[in-house]
């Protein structure tokens, strides 16, 4: 899959206008960690009692998270075979995403939970987005996840062809990609960077009710001549948005009252 422009269904960016001369305010960046977690079978081996005290502390330990950490649950079973859950947690502080973690591990539950994945990154302003009309995009530095049903989530890595290319050469190829994105309206994509931090060089979360036209999205990409620097774009997660408790109880595993 190519690397998507901005949606047409992003927030619109702030329309203030800074007195002459003054310098723009740096923006805070946010750390952004999507982490997914499979439920080791034995721990459904437990008596039902068991369970549910430990469902119970693992959604205290998630109640109780980092304070100004924002924190996104998702379902992947029935998906996903290498993974039953994903986090997706946004904060200011990067110390944020491991102290809740060590908070989760410590739980009985949390010490049951493999985790096949997880991906780091960090907002930033895109460079290819300043001739697009602004009420169409978002800052780029901070991410106000939806109210969507569905995320789609992939790590993404271009060719280094592409970043030998003209810084006008590029925009050309953008202009014509962001131009696909923004017919998609009911798809948010929300694009944070990793470049060493991660694998990775981007994460692109795919907001939307609609799974179809992400998928019409997707496949208008592929004839895109941005489509031609592509590296990699999988592992792909269709990724579901519940509660803490509905995502608990599809692991099989009782939340109680």
């Known amino acids: 899959m190519s690397h998507p422009g901005p949606s047409a269904a992003a927030p619109a960016a702030s329309s203030a206008v800074r007195p002459a001369g003054q310098p723009e305010a740096p923006a805070v960046q946010q750390y952004v960690n999507f982490a997914f977690y499979k439920l080791d079978r034995a721990f459904l081996q437990l008596d039902a009692q068991a369970q549910q005290s430990a469902a119970r502390e693992f959604l205290d330990c998630l109640r109780d ?3 100004g950490m924002i924190l996104v649950c998702y379902s992947t079973v029935g998906v996903r075979p290498d993974c039953d859950l994903m986090l997706w947690r946004i904060t200011e ?7 809740l ?3 989760m591990r410590r739980t ?3 010490r049951h939970l493999a985790t096949p994945h997880s991906y780091l990154a960090l907002t930033k302003r895109s460079t290819y987005i300043d001739k697009i009309d602004p009420d169409h995009i978002e800052s780029r530095t901070r991410v106000v996840p939806g109210k969507s049903k569905y995320l789609f989530v992939y790590p993404f890595v271009k060719t280094r062809d592409w970043y030998q290319m003209s810084r006008q050469a590029r925009q050309g190829v953008m202009d014509e990609h962001i131009e696909i994105g923004t017919k998609y309206r009911s798809v948010k994509l929300n694009t944070t ?3 060493g931090l991660d694998d990775q060089e981007f ?3 795919f907001e939307t009710d609609r799974p179809g036209d992400f998928l019409d999205l997707v496949m208008e990409l592929r004839h895109s001549e941005s489509s031609r620097y592509t590296l990699r774009d999988t592992p792909i997660f269709t990724c579901m948005h519940v509660e803490p408790e509905e995502m608990i109880e599809a692991l099989g595993v009782p939340v109680g009252k």
């Not at 502080?93 to 102290?99: A, N, S, T």
């Open 93 to 99: 502080d990067l110390e944020d995403i491991r102290r």
């Open 203 to 205: 994460m692109l979360g």
């Open 193 to 195: 960077y990793s470049f």
């Open 108 to 110: 009985l539950l949390g």
């Open 101 to 103: 973690e060590t908070a």
């Open 65 to 67: 998270r980092p304070r």
